[in-house]
T-cell receptor, first 114, second 112 residues
């Protein structure tokens, strides 16, 4: 099965600054999807951004963008102009195109300092 | 749509007791997933179903864990007998193929 690795258990950022969360994955497939989900203290899981592996262009959603490096199997999330409401646990996820499964990394806890 | 519905939201039980967690996926979604979240291991995939058929249960930790999906609108995750190390938040999620995953609100399980 594919594995997803988030090597940063915790990160912190100053309000209004930029932070990058790392994610790497292991796969032999060429077609797949990658996601970042946010989990605030409410425990709700919220989709932040999604990337199709066949697209070379990096996905962007407002202040959130990714740096997708397919050859390196890397999928980092950049949060610009960090806000207090961005404080949460962030999970990177891999979805196989063929099997339709969805596997997550261990998560990175982001703290935003005022 | 009401979203993915899980019950109960909280469950406290004693070691050795049977625990059953329930999930109603979003109508029209053909895939259903069960995850377990702990501080140590993050969000682990336990089992997932496509069109009510279990596809991969390699994440189920032991034979004490079992999951069923008798129809497209209902699934259960059962632990029998439960142990303190099973204490975690259990999430159910559903989606259409290769689309966004929708999560339920989770069940906080405490086994004393």
């Amino acid at each position: 099965a594919q594995t997803v690795t988030q090597s940063q258990p915790e990160m912190s950022v100053q309000e209004a600054e930029t932070v990058t969360l790392s994610c790497t994955y292991d796969t032999s497939e060429s077609d797949y999807y990658l996601f970042w989900y946010k989990q605030p203290p409410s425990r709700q899981m919220i989709l932040v951004i999604r990337q199709e592996a066949y697209k070379q262009q990096n996905a962007t959603e407002n202040r959130f963008s990714v740096n997708f490096q397919k050859a390196a199997k890397s999928f980092s999330l950049k949060i610009s102009d960090s806000q207090l409401g961005d404080a949460a646990m962030y999970f990177c996820a891999y979805s196989s195109y063929n099997n339709n499964d969805m596997r997550f990394g261990a998560g990175t806890r982001l703290t935003v300092k005022p | 749509d009401a979203g993915v519905i899980q019950s109960p939201r909280h469950e406290v039980t004693e070691m050795g007791q049977e625990v059953t967690l329930r999930c109603k996926p979003i109508s029209g979604h053909n895939s259903l997933f069960w995850y377990r979240q702990t501080m140590m291991r993050g969000l682990e995939l336990l089992i997932y179903f496509n069109n009510n058929v279990p596809i991969d249960d390699s994440g189920m930790p032991e034979d004490r864990f079992s999951a069923k999906m008798p129809n497209a609108s209902f699934s259960t995750l059962k632990i029998q007998p439960s142990e303190p190390r099973d204490s975690a938040v259990y999430f159910c999620a559903s989606r259409r193929e290769n689309e966004k995953l929708f999560f339920g609100s989770g069940t906080q399980l405490s086994v004393l």
